[in-house]
């Protein structure tokens, strides 16, 4: 009878530490994907050109390259540019508005995972090929060369 008495016991303990575990993954899970990035592009027009002033501290904060957010900028808008320093100068003029939904679409395919929505991602390539990889959840998914 002793030994059935710390069984129970012992599954009661297992349980209480199981549903310990249990709400800090849903905690954690949660978090990844209701995380806010605060972007303020600054820019500066003047006759012809639109700089960039902030575009090291923009791909910093998305954890990306400043030359690989730079080429996605310049290829989606089909401007001509160029990186000098911590700027990106682009040929033309460009609103605010216009740099925040590229900024957008960039985040949607280039930073953010399709399955937990975290933002804890990397760019890795594999031979031809390059993906995202969530360092929250540990997907992986391909994504388009620019």
Do not use: W
């Not at 209701?34 to 501290?57: C, F, H, I, M, Y």
């Not at 089909?78 to 682009?90: E, K, M, Q, T």
């Not at 890795?124 to 990889?133: A, D, G, Q, T, Y």
């Amino acid at each position: 009878m002793a030994g059935v008495s710390s069984t129970l016991v012992g599954e009661d303990v297992y349980v209480k530490l199981l549903d310990e575990v249990i709400s800090k993954v849903s905690k954690r899970g949660s978090v990844a994907g209701d995380r806010v990035l605060e972007l303020r592009p600054n820019l500066v027009s003047d006759t012809k050109n639109t700089a960039l002033t902030n575009l090291g501290q923009i791909a910093k904060t998305l954890n990306r390259e400043p030359a690989h957010f730079a080429r996605f900028l310049l290829k989606e808008t089909g401007r001509a540019g160029s990186i000098s320093g911590d700027r990106l100068v682009i040929q033309g003029k460009m609103g605010v508005d216009e740099l925040r939904k590229l900024i957008d679409l960039y985040m949607k395919e280039f930073v953010r995972c399709p399955v937990c929505n975290g933002i804890d991602t990397r760019i890795v390539s594999e031979k031809r090929f390059r993906f995202l990889v969530c360092d929250a959840c540990g997907a992986k998914n391909p994504v388009r060369r620019i």
